[in-house]
C-alpha cells in the first residue's frame, strides 16, 4: 500500500501565483522527500526534510513537516510555466529500508 | 558522469516470454532500487539492493527477480511476462538509505500483450 497520499490529485494556477501541495502518511518516518517528474521522464529530486526539522527552503520552494498530524506541504512561490510536472512526496520509513511515494499532485502553470 | 541509465527505453512482449531490464550507474552508490509505475499509482518498489550481491523484496514482487552481481549494476527479470506488468520501470540508485536522495534512469516502458 501507498504511504503518502497527495492532495490535491491535479491543480491548475497561473504564472506567478503561488502553488501549494499537500502530503500526508501513515506510519513513523526518518524523513520525507518531494521529487518532480517531468512528462515521460524520471523523477528528480527537490528537497529532504528530516523527521527533527519543521521547515525547510530551496530556492523557490518551501516544505513543511508536522509529525504530530503525519502531513507535509509544498509550496512553490512565483510559478513559472517550467514547473508544470507531477509531484510527488515519498516517505522514508524508520526501520525498513524502502521509501514509499505518493500519486502525486500535477501541476499545471499556464502562461 | 552518465548517472543513471537504463536499457532498454521501450519494449514489448507477449504473455510467457522472457526479459531482463538493466540499470546501470556511475556514482558508486551502495543503494539501487527498481520501482514501477502505473496511471494514478505513483511509484511501487519491486526489488532493491542494500550492495554488491544483495536483493531484497519490496512492495510488489511477485513475477520478478533480481541480481547485483556488479556494484554499479542491477538487472531486473521477468521470467514469464504477464498483461498486469505493463508498466513504466524505473530504476533508482542512491549513496546510502536513508538520508540521501535517489537519482532515477529514465525508465523503461514495458507493454506486455
Same mark, same amino acid.
Given at each position: 500500500?501507498?504511504?503518502g497520499?497527495?492532495?490535491p490529485q491535479a491543480?491548475s494556477i497561473q504564472?506567478?501565483?503561488n502553488?501549494t501541495?499537500n502530503c500526508?502518511y501513515?506510519?513513523s518516518i526518518?524523513n520525507?522527500?518531494w521529487?518532480?517528474q517531468?512528462?515521460?521522464r524520471?523523477l528528480v529530486?527537490?528537497?529532504?526534510?528530516r523527521s527533527?526539522?519543521?521547515?525547510?527552503?530551496?530556492?523557490r520552494?518551501?516544505v513543511t513537516?508536522d509529525?504530530?498530524?503525519k502531513?507535509s506541504s509544498l509550496l512553490?512561490t512565483?510559478?513559472?510555466?517550467?514547473d508544470?510536472?507531477?509531484? &510527488?512526496? /515519498?516517505?522514508? @520509513? #524508520?526501520n525498513?529500508?524502502?521509501?514509499? &511515494?505518493g /500519486?502525486?499532485? @500535477? #501541476?499545471?502553470?499556464k502562461? | 558522469?552518465?548517472?543513471?541509465?537504463q536499457?532498454?527505453?521501450f519494449?514489448v512482449?507477449?504473455?510467457?516470454?522472457?526479459?531482463?531490464?538493466?540499470?546501470?550507474?556511475?556514482?558508486?552508490?551502495?543503494?539501487?532500487y527498481?520501482?514501477?509505475?502505473?496511471?494514478?499509482?505513483?511509484?511501487?518498489?519491486?526489488?532493491y539492493?542494500?550492495?554488491?550481491?544483495t536483493?531484497?523484496?519490496?512492495?510488489?514482487?511477485?513475477g520478478y527477480?533480481?541480481s547485483?552481481l556488479?556494484k554499479q549494476n542491477f538487472?531486473l527479470?521477468?521470467?514469464s511476462a504477464?498483461p498486469?506488468q505493463?508498466?513504466?520501470?524505473?530504476?533508482?540508485?542512491s549513496?546510502?538509505?536513508?538520508?540521501?536522495e535517489?537519482?532515477f534512469?529514465?525508465?523503461?516502458?514495458?507493454?506486455?500483450t
Amino acid at each position: 500500500s501507498q504511504q503518502g497520499e497527495e492532495d490535491p490529485q491535479a491543480l491548475s494556477i497561473q504564472e506567478g501565483e503561488n502553488a501549494t501541495m499537500n502530503c500526508s502518511y501513515k506510519t513513523s518516518i526518518n524523513n520525507l522527500q518531494w521529487y518532480r517528474q517531468n512528462s515521460g521522464r524520471g523523477l528528480v529530486h527537490l528537497i529532504l526534510i528530516r523527521s527533527n526539522e519543521r521547515e525547510k527552503h530551496s530556492g523557490r520552494l518551501r516544505v513543511t513537516l508536522d509529525t504530530s498530524k503525519k502531513s507535509s506541504s509544498l509550496l512553490i512561490t512565483a510559478s513559472r510555466a517550467a514547473d508544470t510536472a507531477s509531484y &510527488f512526496c /515519498a516517505t522514508a @520509513r #524508520l526501520n525498513n529500508n524502502d521509501m514509499r &511515494f505518493g /500519486a502525486g499532485t @500535477r #501541476l499545471t502553470v499556464k502562461p | 558522469n552518465a548517472g543513471v541509465t537504463q536499457t532498454p527505453k521501450f519494449r514489448v512482449l507477449k504473455t510467457g516470454q522472457s526479459m531482463t531490464l538493466l540499470c546501470a550507474q556511475d556514482m558508486n552508490h551502495e543503494y539501487m532500487y527498481w520501482y514501477r509505475q502505473d496511471p494514478g499509482m505513483g511509484l511501487r518498489l519491486i526489488h532493491y539492493s542494500v550492495g554488491e550481491g544483495t536483493t531484497a523484496k519490496g512492495e510488489v514482487p511477485d513475477g520478478y527477480n533480481v541480481s547485483r552481481l556488479k556494484k554499479q549494476n542491477f538487472l531486473l527479470g521477468l521470467e514469464s511476462a504477464a498483461p498486469s506488468q505493463t508498466s513504466v520501470y524505473f530504476c533508482a540508485s542512491s549513496y546510502i538509505y536513508p538520508s540521501y536522495e535517489q537519482y532515477f534512469g529514465p525508465g523503461t516502458r514495458l507493454t506486455v500483450t
